[in-house]
């Protein structure tokens, strides 16, 4: 894949190393769990462009526990990722124990997540998710067990600022963590109102760095570029950074990552042919992942807007790529592409995946009135934890 020069920049010199526990990072990036997208194929590709810490697609503690087998299969991870990662969502103290027991007896990770940041309706509207921290009581339980049941392996978490404005929890939340022992925590820098419009508030991983002194804090939002990454650290003086739709469709961002906070000036600028050849490889690591060329191709259907955003592919095309049924028609497709077109520029860069609009979260009834939880509330709550993982 072509590189080239982009003018200098202030950058993160000597900072470039991130320690999670007993796990050193070379370059400070963590790849986001995104549900139906990181999964070991695409982190398998992430991998060939740069290094970081690749987090699996979120795992339902429950579903882990009860050894359904889409579960197990999201859980295992191919031979070539080091460390191995994994990320857990429960709402049960309990059930979160057992799934990180699991984890560790087994020998499955050698990091595991616990997702507190999930903005979707149907989680919060039964008090998961985003909404969770805001009782502090029930927080405090699900990481306190899982850092003890984690043992050795290092146990971090993920959050949101908050479930709204005026009802923000990332500072409490993030004492309670430290104070738990967890080795480090990331916020995204949006409350679930805002579901992912708007502009994150890179002041509020400040205000978290600030208060969290003796493990590090990961920032979350609006990294699409090595520049964006380099900036958010030295502007919130966080310890590393999370990327999540940044690099839908372009894998080599962890390349650039990697370069940026090296200090090279590098970045990859991929003509259409080099787009059209990851876009490949993609598919064929889904249909290893799938042990099916059919449904491989399936699922890199939802890859398309992404690769080619601004590349002079027509929409004709990009709806018979995303109809496409194997790796032979993929060929095809790619073959009739005008494989040297150059890259676009900006046209190529920047958002990418929905960003949605803000709205009122979804929680249960009188959730807001209280920080602790009361016995019918806990009885609601199991609703919460879906029984299927990677959605």
């Known amino acids: 894949m072509t590189t080239s020069t982009i003018s200098e920049r202030p950058t993160a010199r000597g900072r470039s190393a991130l320690r999670i526990g007993p796990l050193q990072l070379d370059t400070p990036v963590v790849l986001a769990p995104m549900a ?41 991870h191919h031979e070539s990722e ?10 049960d103290p309990t059930t979160v124990r057992e799934a990180v027991t699991i984890l560790v007896a087994e020998d499955r990770a050698d990091h595991i997540d616990l997702n507190f940041g999930c903005p979707v309706p149907k989680v919060t509207r039964k008090g998961g998710g985003a909404a969770l921290p805001w009782k502090l009581d029930l927080f405090r339980a699900i990481v306190e067990n899982a850092v003890e049941a984690a043992g050795d392996v290092p146990l971090t978490i ?57 493990v590090p804090v990961l920032g979350n939002g609006d990294i699409w570029s ?55 490889r993609h598919a064929e690591l889904l249909a290893e992942f799938f042990e099916s060329e059919e449904r491989g191709c399936r699922d890199i259907r939802k890859h398309v807007a992404w690769y080619f955003k601004g590349y002079p592919v027509g929409g004709d095309l990009r709806t018979r790529f995303a ?21 676009p520029g900006a046209d190529a860069e920047g958002p990418r995946g929905r960003a949605g609009t803000p709205k009122r979260p979804v929680l249960p009834e009188n959730w807001l009135s209280s920080r602790s939880l009361d016995v019918q509330e806990a009885t609601n709550l199991t609703e919460a934890e879906l029984d299927t993982s990677g959605g």
């Open 323 to 343: 109809l496409v049924e194997s790796l032979d028609q993929l060929d095809e497709l790619i073959a009739s592409l005008p494989l040297d077109a150059p890259y």
């Open 226 to 280: 090595g520049e964006d990454a380099v900036a958010m650290m030295e502007q919130t003086g966080c310890d590393g950074v999370v990327v999540g739709r940044g690099c839908l469709g372009r894998p080599w961002l962890f390349g650039d990552l990697a370069a940026a906070f090296a200090g090279s000036d590098e970045r990859h600028h991929p003509s259409l042919a080099d787009v059209a050849a990851t876009f490949r």
């Open 158 to 214: 993920k959050m949101r600022k908050g479930i709204d404005p005026d009802h923000l929890t990332y500072l409490e939340a993030g004492r309670i963590a430290e104070g738990a022992g967890v080795a480090s925590i990331a916020l995204h820098a949006r409350t679930a109102s805002e579901f992912y419009s708007g502009q994150a508030d890179w002041d509020a991983i400040a205000t978290l760095k600030e208060t969290i002194g003796s």
């Open 82 to 91: 080091t460390p191995r990662s994994i990320q857990l969502y429960g709402v």
């Open 36 to 76: 139906g997208i990181t999964n070991t194929a695409f982190r398998r590709l992430c991998r060939e462009f740069g290094a970081g810490l690749y987090v699996s697609e979120m795992i339902t503690s429950r579903a882990l526990v009860e050894r359904t087998p889409e579960t197990m299969r999201l859980i295992t």
